[in-house]
């Protein structure tokens, strides 16, 4: 099946650094991702939509400077959050959508594990 | 606009059934999933059912989808302790870049 990698699984950083999340499709060709926000006991929160070679798309009231997104080849986006602060303190998840799989296959999105980011 | 309601919280005997709800309101929704989260990790897909079908089981789990109430459940049946965990019920469509909005989740604990 899809898998979907994140690296680093947990960070934990002082305020005012900037921290990058790796998310991976191993097996697969993902021209889209996403990257979600979970706080604790919540559901996921769409941050942004990351499309292979173009900028990439943010939900109302997240910020792109601060939630950079890089997403260099069909395999690979970046997250990196800059000059992180105590409230960037969640769970980032990312999923990607498999490029050539057809019928529902091709609506569904693998997750990756998440990463546990923590700024003190 | 997209808006997913679930139940928060449900605790079953092993062996007995288990039935989670949820309700969606964008009528243009294409697909319907369920996914699974364990403590501390990302979702695992379980199923997913298209918005013209009515049940879809696949072993011990049976979707059930009220187009009309725009209602969908999740039964899991012989309930196993592995099963504890949160499910997240969530919709898609083709006019959103197929984005996927998520219910609350609904916990799910598993009595021995």
């Known amino acids: 099946g899809a898998v979907v990698s994140q690296h680093p699984s947990w960070v934990i950083c002082k305020s005012g650094t900037s921290v990058k999340i790796e998310c991976r499709s191993l097996d697969f060709q993902a021209t889209t991702m996403f990257w979600y926000r979970q706080f604790p006991k919540q559901s996921l929160m769409l941050m942004a939509t990351s499309n292979e070679g173009s900028k990439a798309t943010y939900e109302q009231g997240v910020e792109k400077d601060k939630f950079l997104i890089n997403h260099a080849s069909l395999t690979l986006s970046t997250l990196t959050v800059t000059s992180a602060h105590p409230e960037d303190s969640s769970f980032y998840i990312c999923s990607a959508r498999d490029r050539l799989a057809g019928g529902p296959g091709q609506e569904t999105q693998y997750f990756g594990p998440g990463t546990r980011l923590l700024v003190l | 606009g997209e808006d997913v309601e679930q139940s928060l919280f449900l605790s079953v005997r092993e062996g007995d059934s288990s039935v989670i709800n949820c309700t969606y309101t964008?009528?243009?929704?294409?697909?319907l999933y369920w996914y699974k989260q364990e403590p501390g990790a990302g979702l695992q897909l379980l199923t997913y059912i298209f918005s013209n079908m009515d049940m879809k089981q696949d072993q011990r789990l049976t979707v059930l989808l009220n187009k009309k109430d725009k209602h969908l459940s999740l039964r899991i049946a012989d309930t196993q302790t592995g099963d504890s965990a949160i499910y997240f019920c969530?919709?898609?469509?083709?006019?959103?870049?197929?984005?996927?909005?998520f219910g609350k989740g609904n916990q799910v604990v598993v009595i021995p």
């Open positions: 969530a919709e898609s469509n083709h006019y959103g870049n197929n984005r996927l909005a």
């Open positions: 964008d009528s243009s929704s294409t697909y």
